[in-house]
Nanobody, 117 residues
C-alpha cells in the first residue's frame, strides 16, 4: 500500500504563492498518473492538476497559468507550485496516485491551504 504525505499548506494572502509537496513511498514509475485534488468546505473534491506517466499534464481551467505541477523521479515526490492565489483556492489539497487509468488511486491525508487577507 503506497503512502502519500502532503506538506506545505499554510495561510497566505491573496496574490501570494505556495508550494505543496507530496512524498510518495514508492517509485513514481509504479504509477500511471499522479495528481493534486482539492476539496473546499461544502463542495465535492475536484481535480486541480495531473501528470500522466509519459509526461502529459492537465489542469483545471480555474488554475491554468497560475498552478504548475512537477515531479522528481529521484526523490519520489510531486509538487504543486501555486501562484496568484485567490480566496477561491482555499481548500484541503490532496495528493493522489493511480496505478491505472481507470482506478481511483490512493490518497494522502491532505494539507490545508487558506487564502485570506
Amino acid at each position: 500500500q503506497v503512502q502519500l504525505v502532503e506538506s506545505g499548506g499554510a495561510l497566505v494572502q491573496p496574490g501570494g504563492t505556495l508550494r505543496l509537496s507530496c512524498s510518495v513511498s514508492q517509485s513514481l514509475f509504479d504509477f500511471y498518473a499522479m495528481g493534486w485534488y482539492r476539496q473546499a468546505p461544502g463542495k465535492q473534491r475536484e481535480l486541480v492538476a495531473t501528470i500522466i506517466s509519459y509526461g502529459e499534464e492537465d489542469y483545471a481551467e480555474s488554475v491554468k497559468g497560475r498552478f504548475f505541477m512537477s515531479r522528481d523521479i529521484l526523490k519520489n515526490t510531486v509538487s504543486l507550485q501555486m501562484n496568484g492565489l485567490k480566496p477561491d483556492d482555499t481548500a484541503v489539497y490532496y495528493c493522489n496516485a493511480r496505478r491505472t487509468a481507470d482506478s481511483t488511486g490512493s490518497w494522502g491525508q491532505g494539507t490545508q491551504v487558506t487564502v485570506s487577507s
